[in-house]
C-alpha cells in the first residue's frame, strides 16, 4: 500500500508500506478520505516528529478486514474513528480532564490517515469507532473529531443557557475564518441557534464565506469593537474564542469581552508566545481565560447526533479533495491559506468544491 510517510525539514513523500494485518479486536479500513488538520500542519511546520510518522487523524474508511472477536463491524461498511482515547480511569480522567491524560496521547491509527489502509487498535475500535449511517457523507463524517474539539470549548465558554430569556442576545466572538473558526460558527449556531456571531480575518474572501454561512458579522480585525458594540447592544462578548493564536490580535480583541465573559484558547501558538493582559481586565471584572485541548468520546457522541439529526453540517467547509501522492500541494495550499479543509483520497486527479 501507499502512505505519506514525513522525511524531514516539513517534506513528506509517498512510499510503499506492507498493508497492516488486523489482529485481534482490531480492523483495517482502506481509506476513502483523511482530512488536513491545523495540528497536522503546526507538526510539520516546526519538525515536531519523527522521521517515518505518518499523519493523518479525521479519517472515514471501509471495513477490509476484520480481527478475530470483532462482532461490532462489518466488512465494507463505512466507518469514522478519532485517533486518541483516553483510559478513563487515571486521576486527570477522573477530573474531567481526558485529553491530558497520558494514554490519550497514543495513536490508535497505524500508520497513521494519510494512508491507504489504517489499522485502528482494539480500544479504539471497541469505544470510539462508528459505522455511518447512509444519510451521513464523508465530508461531514471526517469533522467528528475536530467538531468535537470544538464543542469542548464552547463548552469551556460558560455561554448563558439557552432557555434564559434575556434583555441583550448571547453574542460571541470567533477570531479567524478558516475551517476551524468557521466549524465554530457553524456549532455555536447548531447549539445556541439564537446566538450572534462576530467573526474577523484579514482574508476578504473568507469573511464572504463566513457572512453565507451565517456570521452576523464578518470583519477585519480593525472593524470587530463596532461589530461586537452592535450585536451586543453595548453588553460586550459573552466570549471570545481564539482559533489563529497570535498575541497581537488576542490582546487586542480581549478587552471587547463583556464582565464576566471568557477568553477560549483554541489554537497552536508559536513556541515561547506571550500574552500581556491587564491584570484588573480578569480579577475586577471577572473575566475568564480558558485553554481547550482536543475532544472527548462525549463530545464525539453529541456531535455525532448533531450531525445526523442535520443540525450540523459542516461540508460546506471541505474546499478541495487531493490524492495521497499530491499531499505537499495540500499542505502549500493549506499553509498559504488558499484552502479551508482538505481532503486526502487514495484516488487520482484532483477536485475542488465550493468556496476556498
Ligand atoms: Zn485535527
Ligand atoms: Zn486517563
Sequence with gaps: MRAV???????????????????EGEILLRLRCCGLCGTDLFKLDSDAIPKGTVLGHELVGTVAALGSGVSAFELGQRVVVPHHVACGECSLC???????????????????????????????VAQAARALPASMPDAAAI???????????????????????????????????????LLHLLLLRAIHPEIRVAMSDPIPERRRLAEVLGADAACSP???ADAVERLSEGVGADAVFDTVGHPDIVEKVFPLSREGGSLVLFAHARPGARLALELNDIFKHERQIVGTYSGT??????????????????????????????FQRAV?????????????TPGEGEGTRGAS
Design 5 to 23: 510517510r514525513y522525511v524531514g525539514q516539513g517534506e513528506s513523500r509517498l512510499v510503499e508500506m506492507p498493508i497492516p494485518e488486523a489482529t
Design 94 to 124: 477522573q477530573r474531567g480532564s481526558e485529553t491530558l491524560c497520558s494514554t490519550f496521547r497514543e495513536n490508535l491509527l497505524f500508520p497513521g490517515g494519510f494512508s491507504e489502509f489504517i489499522l485502528v487498535r482494539k480500544r479504539a
Design 143 to 181: 469533522f467528528m473529531e475536530p467538531a468535537a474539539c470544538v464543542l469542548r470549548g464552547i463548552d469551556k465558554a460558560n455561554l448563558p443557557a439557552v432557555d434564559i430569556p434575556l434583555k441583550a442576545a448571547t453574542t460571541a466572538i470567533v477570531l479567524g475564518c478558516g475551517s476551524m473558526g
Design 222 to 224: 480593525e472593524g470587530l
Design 297 to 326: 468520546l462525549a463530545e464525539q457522541r453529541r456531535v455525532f447526533t448533531l450531525m445526523s439529526s442535520g443540525r450540523l453540517d459542516p461540508t460546506p467547509l471541505v474546499s478541495h479533495q487531493l490524492p495521497l501522492q499530491n
Design 332 to 344: 502549500e495550499l493549506a499553509s498559504q491559506q488558499k484552502a479551508l479543509k482538505i481532503l486526502l
